[in-house]
């Protein structure tokens, strides 16, 4: 059994879940293995991704950070990540006995503000936040289907159809949509019908009523704030928005590990 350093690290058992679903290794020059651990690796990008510091910041005791940035990048482009993530969703889902293809989800967005990283980013009017918006939908148990970041200036019908066409290519299972009352606008739902054969159903909040836990619709804001647990994810620091929609993954991940790992 191997000690922990951090909260953040990987426990042998969420280690040996993410081992068996990497890409195998290649011998390094003249056959020589591979000096540095995939788990080191791992564990402190998952460090990053908690913590909220710098790649520049990570401390001694990991790989170099170097190291550490070029292989989250490189993975982020071979679509480790992601298929990392579609794995343990299908194990999520049999782990809560549920079938591998959902086929109902939410909608919603989240506005966060951005650093002075650079890239694109939008004022938000309603939220009063300059930044940036994920855009997820998300399935009855709240594990991430698609997300999409977009300047935050973008209202939530105009982005509607780019998340739920990445949601109706990964899951063509899915029949029906609940949103909140924004998505109602522009003709969203009739739009939605014909581009997708998606049944988009408005949730609405009751007359007069301020806080209210709306039927279905609580469920993507408990995702969101268990994204939000992680400090990478309280601000969008990232210059590139594809490297946003990797870390919001990466934030599932773990997720979804310490859900399946619960003791």
């Known amino acids: 059994m191997r000690i922990t350093k951090y909260p953040s690290d990987l426990t042998d058992d969420q280690w040996e879940r993410i081992r068996r679903l990497l890409p195998k290794r290649r011998r390094g020059k003249a056959g020589r293995p591979r000096a540095i651990d995939r788990r080191d690796l791992i564990d402190a990008i998952l460090y990053l991704l ?26 982020r ?17 049999e782990f ?9 989800g939410i909608i919603d967005s989240q506005s966060v503000k951005t650093t002075e990283q650079g890239g694109p980013r939008g004022y938000d009017a309603g939220k009063k936040v300059n ?30 159809p780019l998340v739920l066409a990445a949601a109706k290519r990964r899951f063509r299972s899915l029949q029906l949509i609940w949103a909140d009352g ?43 704030a268990w994204l939000s647990r992680s400090r990478r994810l309280s601000k969008d620091y990232e210059r590139s928005i ?20 619960v003791a």
């Not at 909220?52 to 989250?72: E, I, N, Y």
């Open 50 to 75: 908690r913590t909220g510091c710098q790649w520049r910041m990570l401390p001694k005791d990991f790989p170099p950070w170097g190291t550490v940035a070029s292989q989250f990048y490189r993975w």
């Open 77 to 93: 482009t071979s679509g480790v990540w992601e298929r990392l993530h579609q794995a343990l969703y299908a194990q999520t889902r």
């Open 96 to 104: 809560e006995n549920k079938g591998p293809k959902p086929t109902a």
């Open 131 to 160: 930044g940036r918006k994920r855009h997820v939908v998300v399935d009855t148990l709240g594990l991430l289907i698609a997300v999409v970041v977009t300047p935050a200036n973008v209202q939530d019908y105009d982005a509607a």
């Open 182 to 224: 924004i998505y109602g606008y522009c003709q969203l739902v009739d739009r939605v019908w014909l581009m997708f054969t998606l049944v988009l159903e408005i949730v609405k909040r009751p007359m007069g009523a301020k806080f209210v836990a709306l039927p279905r619709r609580w469920v993507v804001e408990r995702t969101l």
């Open 242 to 261: 594809a490297v946003s929609e990797t870390m919001v993954q990466l934030g599932m991940i773990h997720v979804m590990l310490r859900r399946l790992t």
